[in-house]
């Protein structure tokens, strides 16, 4: 636009210079000519030679923790690059790489973005758009730097100490004579060494007295299955309408309920929680969330599956339509005798209860995480599901907003009497 008026400022000084054969207005004229040729030549050689480099420390991250990316903005010409704005498209929030900075010839520069993850989710860090031009902005210049990385933010996780109330009860399933890949406490054997077997399952009594070396299998433990099961259905979760009445540690450190801010976010971390505390406890996990489009999880155990369910969880929302009550009963024969089922939910609506109920008494040990939406906003309690799950005697957790989840979470299940009238 300053060069479109440039220009028509110089046609009107040509006019007048030739109307009126006024000398001071040709050589004005010429002035405006030269300035306009100058700066054009300028903003072409602004951003010629500049390549930009973005590094990741990693590409996967947190809730509460941070993404730390480099970038290094390279001058390959001779000419120093003055006047430089390096405009950043990244979708991750909070995260502000860009900068105004300028680059000597032959010369780099180089700058560390730390950014504190608030939302877990799937984001692009890039690309770069570099700006640039004449010292009058009359030719501005652009050029994007295609360089970009994807970053995945794993929902928020708490670690559980003790066995979270709810599921306390759950004992052991049925014994499976399988062998496992996986170290159990069940030893079912000794068998010779072949290589590529791990040396820590080396039966070294045996090898000593067989002289030869020797490897444990293993059964499938006797734990319980346990399925997750995650309402997101959009009609029953809200956003908080205050901030929590959380404080930071003596270190500065915002406990990790503070980044959670709605019925939604509260109840993916206690799936996430919960899942890292049954897998690592060697059980088998499996997760359905109800979300649009239905996720499910198959069960499975080990550290590769806690990844294939923070994957999940990083990217669901509660943009589903059907209530948990329908899902638990068209996804019911997944569920036997065998596993356990923690379902997490805001709904106040007690027909999930007379569902879980029917599962119950099909044999399926049930429990159930409410998050108590009236301590997020404008919402009715649930004191007739809590009510109506203490009736059906299904252990029970209520969750409130600003609650300390690993507290929360593992109390302890002989106060909670209805895990009591389970184990009895």
């Given amino acids: 636009m300053n060069a479109l008026k440039l220009l028509l400022l110089l046609l009107a000084v040509l006019v007048l210079g030739q109307t009126t054969q006024w000398p001071v207005a040709d050589q004005a004229a010429l002035a405006l000519g030269g300035l306009i040729v100058f700066a054009w030549l300028w903003s072409r050689l602004s ?120 599921v306390a009860a759950l004992d052991g399933g049925v014994t499976q004579d399988r062998r496992t890949q996986n170290v159990t406490p069940s030893i079912a054997g000794v068998r010779d060494y072949t ?3 791990a040396y820590n399952r080396i039966s070294w009594s045996q090898t000593a007295r067989r002289g030869r070396l020797m490897v444990k299998e293993f059964d499938r433990d006797q734990t319980a299955d346990v399925w997750l099961v995650l309402d997101l259905d959009r009609a029953v979760h809200l956003p908080a309408d205050r901030r929590p009445r959380l404080e930071p540690d003596a270190a500065g450190v915002w406990p990790i309920e503070a980044w959670l801010d709605s019925t939604e976010e509260y109840a993916v971390a206690i799936a996430a929680s919960l899942a890292h505390h049954f897998l690592s406890e060697g ?14 999880q198959t069960l499975d155990r080990g550290d590769r599956q806690l990844v294939k369910m923070l994957e999940s969880l990083a990217v669901v929302t509660a943009d589903g ?10 996804e019911g024969r997944r569920f036997t005798r065998q596993a356990g089922l923690v379902a997490i939910t ?32 404008d919402a009715p309690p649930s004191l007739l599901a809590v009510s109506a799950l203490l009736a059906a005697a299904i252990p029970t957790q209520l969750v409130k907003y600003g609650d300390r989840l690993a507290a929360t979470l593992s109390a302890a299940a002989s106060s909670n009497p209805v895990g009591q009238m389970r184990r009895r």
């Fill in 321 to 330: 339509h059907s209530p948990l009550a329908e899902m638990l009963l068209a």
């Fill in 283 to 296: 059980r088998n996990v499996g997760l359905i969330a109800t979300g649009a489009h239905l996720e499910i």
């Fill in 47 to 166: 951003l010629r030679g500049l390549t930009l480099e973005r590094t990741l420390t990693a590409d996967r991250a947190q809730v509460g923790g941070v993404v730390r990316e480099q970038i290094v903005l390279r001058n390959t010409g001779r000419l120093g690059k003055l006047w430089l704005e390096a405009a950043d498209r990244s979708t991750l929030p909070g995260h502000a790489a860009g900068r105004a900075l300028h680059v000597r010839g032959r010369s780099s520069a180089a700058w560390e973005v730390v950014t504190p993850c608030v939302r877990r989710g799937r984001y692009r860090l890039g690309p770069m758009m570099l700006r640039g031009g004449d010292p009058l902005g009359i030719f501005p210049a652009r050029l994007t730097a295609p360089d970009a990385h994807d970053v995945v933010v794993y929902p928020a996780m708490v670690p559980l100490p003790d066995a979270p109330a709810p």
């Fill in 346 to 377: 805001p709904s106040t609506d007690d027909r999930w209860v007379g569902a879980l109920s029917e599962l119950a008494a099909r044999g399926v040990r049930t429990s159930a995480v409410v998050v108590e939406p009236s301590t997020f906003g």
């Fill in 195 to 197: 290589p590529g077997d």
